[in-house]
């Protein structure tokens, strides 16, 4: 799932959720490219993990840090989510991709998409 951080100050940046349905969280990516629509490997900085309630949450975020509005939300399966890499199969609609991750230094990671998946894979 994709959400549009907006800031107090006016800046704002994208917040990037991939459910981990082992640990009952979403593992939460700061990113400023939509990654659907990322064609070269993107950065992005690993934040603390979130509730599953932030699914369906759209509205302002707790202590004055702006609000968050929902761009998408696609099904992403998990292949794999390690501590330094994640490797996951996105898709929704005409959209469908397999993206991987790998942490750089402390919370900065890279991603890249790594293929598209074809019509008949991009239903899980």
Known sequence: MLLRHDLAGGEW????????????????????VDPREALEPFEGVS??????????????????????T??????????????RFV???ASGGEWGCQLHG??????????RRVRELPVQARKY
């Open 13 to 32: 940046h994208y917040d990037w959720f991939i459910e981990d349905r082992a640990a009952q969280q979403l593992r939460s990516f700061r990113v400023l």
């Open 47 to 68: 934040t603390s993990d979130h509730r599953l309630a932030y699914l369906d949450y759209e509205g302002p975020v707790s202590g004055g840090r702006g609000a968050v």
């Open 70 to 83: 929902r761009l998408w939300r696609l099904e992403i399966h998990s292949l794999f989510l390690g501590h």
């Open 87 to 89: 490797r996951v199969a």
């Open 102 to 111: 790998r942490q750089v230094e402390g919370a900065k990671w890279t991603f």
